[in-house]
């Protein structure tokens, strides 16, 4: 079960569930607690309680500032081990790259590899969510500035957590998510996300 208390995640990047809720739109069941005044770590803690797990991922990936975002897209690497292709490995190589050193040409090669990739799997994604972390998305070549979205990385990274949790018997699905945003919460409050693994 989850170690966590309300208000209990220092790394957040939002305050409230209000100015986080205005970079992710919630569905019907996540907007159904929110309440006036209500910090963003008590609305992931309502999310967990309420059993919307999957809500809680994408919700705290936006939360997490980017660097800690995409480490934990990394660290669910980690605790989710499967079998991948080069092109899979090389991604998360350069994801991980961009974590430790996290310099404009350390995120420019992300993209690449997520194109190679055709943006499908949970490596691509990790990658996305570094090219989408700050800098400017038109090509190095080009006089304009394209700035990301707000959300952007965090999606990725979303998306990047719940493709890792896949692999496996279906009926355990539900558990492996948990375990991954167990990490998560980890992160938030300034661990490594992997205690208990071998990394």
Request: proline share 7%.
């Amino acid at each position: 079960m989850f170690r966590m208390a309300p208000g209990s995640l220092p790394k957040l990047r939002f305050s409230s569930a209000e100015e986080l809720c205005t970079v992710l739109v919630p569905g019907e069941e996540a907007e159904a607690l929110l309440k006036p005044r209500l910090g963003a770590a008590d609305f992931l803690a309502a999310l967990v309680a309420a059993g919307l797990v999957v809500d809680a991922i994408r919700y705290l990936a936006v939360a997490l500032p980017r660097r800690e975002a995409v480490w934990w897209a990394c660290a669910t690497r980690r605790r989710m081990p499967v079998v991948e292709t080069e092109p899979e490995q090389a991604a998360w190589q350069a994801a991980e790259a961009w974590v430790y050193e996290p310099t404009e040409l350390n995120r420019r090669a992300t993209y690449a590899h997520a194109e190679r990739l055709r943006f499908e799997t949970a490596g691509a994604y990790a990658a996305l969510g570094v090219f989408w972390s700050g800098g400017s998305l038109a090509p190095p070549e080009s006089a304009q500035h394209v700035p990301p979205g707000d959300g952007l990385t965090g999606s990725a990274v979303g998306a990047s957590v719940m493709l890792r949790c896949v692999p496996g018997e279906a009926r355990t699905t539900a558990e492996r998510q948990r375990l991954v945003l167990e990490a998560g919460f980890d992160i938030a409050r300034g661990g490594s996300g992997l205690a208990g693994t071998a990394s």
